[in-house]
């Protein structure tokens, strides 16, 4: 079945989910960043992350996902839920960030932190180039940083011969690709998956591994700006947000 534009998806296969064992690796943390309490007007960033890129994939001419652009086809089961509790993520997420101290930085970040700012219209960002950046807010287990904020880096949107709408972040140590679906007129799906470090330089295919796995949604928030929004995501954070701009 050939899609449209708003058809778009994909990433490999939809490969049976595969569990992860206690010999798993780690997920390594974009530059390792020392974050705590911020310095009164100071704002929280991270130190730089690595700057590994994997190699581009081809994509088959019939698409990524095998023709389909209903995104509940491809998500899992445990990862579709993660969406239906978007809105808790984000009340915990923020909440947890302005207790921790970075109720300031929380609101620089302007319409990218508010999760009643995604517009209708051109919900998915055009094919070309992009600048990125990625904010975490709530600790996953308690435990961690309740805000991070890193620095610019490079990503692509791609719309392939068969369809496909593939979102790529290319450099940093914690990189991903995956496919915008179509979902309502304010937003779309993403499902994708992590690369992690210098020393892979291929991306993973969606269900190849849980901890690697990524559902969120794309919203525009801006005059040619867009932000992707993971849920409880499967490392450090309640939420992830990354900002998508041209």
């Known amino acids: ?8 998806l994909a990433l490999m296969t939809t490969t049976a989910l595969a569990a992860c064992g206690d010999n798993s690796p780690a997920a390594p943390t974009e530059a390792s960043p020392a974050v705590t309490t ?4 100071v704002p929280a960033q991270a130190a730089p992350e690595a ?14 996902q095998g023709g389909t652009d209903d995104w ?3 998500a ?8 239906g509790r ?23 970040l302007g319409p990218l932190a508010d999760p009643n700012a995604g517009q209708s219209g051109r919900v998915q960002p055009g094919q070309g180039n992009y600048r990125c950046r990625t904010i975490k807010m709530g600790s996953r287990n308690g435990s961690g940083l309740a805000y991070v904020e890193y620095p610019w880096f490079r990503c692509t949107v791609e719309l392939t011969a068969g369809g496909d709408l593939i979102l790529t972040k290319l450099t940093g140590s914690q990189r991903t690709r995956g496919l915008i679906y179509p979902d309502t007129d304010r937003r779309g799906v993403y499902i994708g ?10 991306y993973p295919a969606y269900g190849d591994s849980a901890e690697r796995d990524q559902v969120g949604v794309i919203e525009r928030i801006g005059q040619n700006r867009w932000r992707l929004v993971l849920p409880w995501p499967k ?3 309640k939420l992830e947000l990354l900002e998508i701009t041209g």
């Open 38 to 41: 911020p310095a009164p007007g």
């Open 86 to 108: 978007l809105d808790q993520a984000w009340r915990m997420a923020r909440a947890e960030a302005e207790e921790g101290g970075f109720s300031r930085q929380v609101e620089a």
């Open 235 to 237: 490392q450090e954070a």
């Open 76 to 83: 899992n089961t445990a990862d579709a839920s993660l969406l």
């Open 51 to 64: 700057t590994a890129t994997p190699q581009s994939q081809t994509t088959p001419a019939e698409g990524m």
């Open 193 to 202: 998956a992590q690369a992690w470090g210098a020393d892979e330089n291929r």
């Open 1 to 8: 079945m050939r899609r449209t534009p708003l058809a778009v």
């Open 72 to 74: 509940r086809k491809v």
